[in-house]
């Protein structure tokens, strides 16, 4: 008796496929620097482009190549020779590389696309494939628009690009347009008709069902699933690749396969991913957006705090995020402003506490959010010890060195310094750092508008280390380099508490 395999194969894309979204290209440097990110997180392939494209393309997909070792590196190419040579070139110095071809089978896409037979395009795709086995050891080929292709036809096709060496059979759902109980059925027709070949499937996201697809088809016997960070893809981008990670372990008891994706490594990796392309996921993304394990609502901070579980199906832990936020806002509670200064290496009396959450509240009535610099105003006896920042003035344009001079109070002093930098931003770091007399590791700075227009307020998080202390501040204000400074002194506040308490 054979048992079916219970390992899914994970199947990054967000290299090739993920950087054709809009705004998200990479160089090759970029791109090796994600790769090695992917590699820790512990996919199994890693597509690193589509070397026919460009030179910069190709020398990516040769970098990649040349350093990744543990996992297998996959590139792209149409099922054309000159094509196929250009990819299988590009990784040559591959320990694992996966020469991927693709050719459209949908009647649409032959004739008004390719303008080719469905004859010529089986002898085309055999012949692709042959070629591509004769230059790496795997091949995997695609069948583009396969969801709405005509299965006698796409089955005659997959068996002969098999036979000629194939073993990883994708079927895309490329305009993402199947529903997952058809796409389902087109993948359970496959997994029976080629047994010896392995199904893999890649799916678009453009009516938001990229990932419920891909569920289908792994229930369907699918082993490869091919998907992107943070979703991103053509159009409305691809399967991503931590809500199919999680849920295949959130519901592992139900569903019953498995990868080996590390999936504590999830969060940094999409924060990776956004640092590198200046694109973030949306707030309410699944496993990864700032608010996937915030809670605001009163009733829901008291019993996260009590228990977990009871509002949350994973822990943050689990996909790397570093602890739930608790967003202040005026439907917080006692609990939740407690938590937040705790973090701040702030404890209070229970009277104490009542008081400023009663003046949390209040603030929160007349602003959205009440930030950690706000709520330190409210505790009178911290605010003549926390560094404050004074004034700033900064310099910067297209033919000058950017320069700062800060002002900041600290233990009842005022002190000034000034410092050039990169630009404005890290001059007033550095100018910070000078007048304080400190030398801090930033080792996080993300900044998001949080109204729109043209006052909106820039929000910014900093993480920083300071001796071995690692903290988090968040200011906000209409000018960037302000909350900036508001921030960083923040997390500079809580890290000297955090010392004394250690002390
Ligand atoms: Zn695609």
Redesign the pocket.
Known sequence: MTFPNPFVTIFD?TLR?GE?SPGCSMNPGEKLRLARQLERLGVDVIEAGFPIASVAEAQAVERISGEIRTVRVAALARCKPKDIEVAGKALRGAARPVLHTFLATSAIHLRDKLKITAAEALVQAREGVALARSLASEVEFSAEDASRTDYTYLLEVLRAVHEAGARVLNV?D?VGYSLPHEYAEMVAKLVRDIPTAVISV?C?NDLGLAVANSLAAIGAGARQV?CTINGI??RAG?TSLEEIVMALKVRRETLGVETRVKTELLAPTSAELSTVTGVWPQPNKAIVGRNAFAHEAGIHQHGILANPLTYEIMTPASVGVGETLLVLGKHSGRHAVEKRLRGLGVTLTVAQLEDVTTRVKELADRKKFVYDDDLLSLLDHHAERRPTLIRYQTLSGNDVIPTATVEVEAHGQRRTASAVGNGPLDAALKATDAALGLSLELLDWHTRAVSSGKDALAEVTVRVRHRDQETVGQAASTDSIEASLKAYLSAIGAAERAIEVAA
Do not use: I
């Open positions: 894309t496929d054709q895309p490329t890649h678009h091919e893809g053509e691809n």
